[in-house]
Nanobody, 124 residues
Framework: QVQLVESGGGLVQAGGSLRLSCTAS????????MGWFRQAPGKERDFVAA????????YYADSVKGRFTMSKDNAKNTVYLQMNSLKPEDTAVYYC?????????????????RGQGTQVTVSS
């Protein structure tokens, strides 16, 4: 059984920063890529960022480019999402997801494993 556990969410003022973490565990955990998604109240779940375990390239939604940075620690099976210059519209539940095989995709439905989510609230 593969588990993804997110942490690091919380309440922050606009302009502030948070760092989310997602650690994967499981006896046979192997994945090609990891992604972050978010869902605001009353809205659909949106792609935020993605990264492959083997390559250097990162992918970002236009709404977070220049403010969010996704990184990885292969040894710890952990990915991070550093979020700077946060805005009230970044308020959402943030989910981590893992995809077993290539290619990287921006679609939630194509990821094989998903975390439970962590709440991020940005006050104005």
């Amino acid at each position: 059984q593969v588990q993804l556990v997110e942490s690091g969410g919380g309440l922050v003022q606009a302009g502030g920063s948070l760092r989310l973490s997602c650690t994967a565990s499981g006896r046979t955990f192997v994945s090609y890529a990891m992604g972050w998604f978010r869902q605001a109240p009353g809205k659909e779940r949106d792609f935020v960022a993605a990264i492959s375990w083997s390559g250097p390239r990162e992918y970002y939604a236009d709404s977070v480019k220049g403010r969010f940075t996704m990184s990885k620690d292969n040894a710890k099976n952990t990915v991070y999402l550093q979020m700077n210059s946060l805005k009230p519209e970044d308020t959402a539940v943030y989910y981590c997801a893992a995809k077993s095989a290539s290619p990287i995709t921006l679609r939630w439905a194509n990821y094989d494993y998903r975390g439970q989510g962590t709440q991020v609230t940005v006050s104005s």
